[in-house]
């Protein structure tokens, strides 16, 4: 969405914890074949269910379960 004259600061979306977990994944969208690497923050963030479905509305092709692990090594930030 192009809103002319805001700014948005991304550092200010961000926690002020900055750890992360890292592992070898895949896409979250069908097929879910093709590689990545994924970062996830160590401190969760929350969601009111109007921006959860506002998410979904944009994003509908976001639908991969939760994996497991698979003895995939998962590097954890100092």
Not at 24 to 29: P, R
């Amino acid at each position: 969405m192009d809103l002319p004259g805001a700014t948005v600061n991304v550092k200010d979306l961000l926690p002020a914890n900055l750890g992360y977990y890292t592992y070898a994944g895949s896409l979250n969208i069908p097929p879910c074949s093709e590689g990545g690497t994924w970062f996830v923050l160590k401190s969760p963030d929350t969601l009111s269910a109007e921006e959860g479905a506002a998410f979904a509305k944009h994003y509908p092709m976001n639908a991969r379960p939760i994996q497991p692990s698979n003895c995939r090594e998962i590097r954890e930030s100092k």
